[in-house]
């Protein structure tokens, strides 16, 4: 996983924040490879409560965690109840790590 602890703690302090303490944190994607370089950071948050306008919600997860990582792009997918299940979600399940 190419992510330094300090970011893990960020990533999953914001996340906390914005979803809630009960909000589980998945990276996927490039970052995950250890043998791969750069690439943005793909992350899927899962809820067990519904969600109000969750494209806002990961937006805004999406802009913090961001400037905290020096522009990095960062990707955000979000999978609670009410959102509909899309290949995406079953990708980050199959082959990301939880944070």
Excluded: C
């Excluded at 792009?73 to 999978?79: E, L, N």
């Amino acid at each position: 996983m190419r992510l330094t602890p300090h970011q893990i703690q960020t990533i999953k302090r914001t996340t906390a924040e914005i979803f809630g303490p009960e909000a589980r944190v998945w990276l996927f994607g490039s970052r995950v490879d250890d043998t791969r370089r750069g690439g943005d950071v793909d992350l899927m948050i899962e809820t067990a409560t519904p969600v109000e306008n969750p494209a806002l919600l990961a937006a805004r997860l999406s802009a913090r965690i961001s400037r905290s990582m020096h522009g990095r792009r960062v990707d955000v997918v979000v999978r609670a109840p009410g959102v509909p299940e899309q290949s995406i979600h079953q990708a980050a399940r199959t082959t990301g790590i939880r944070l």
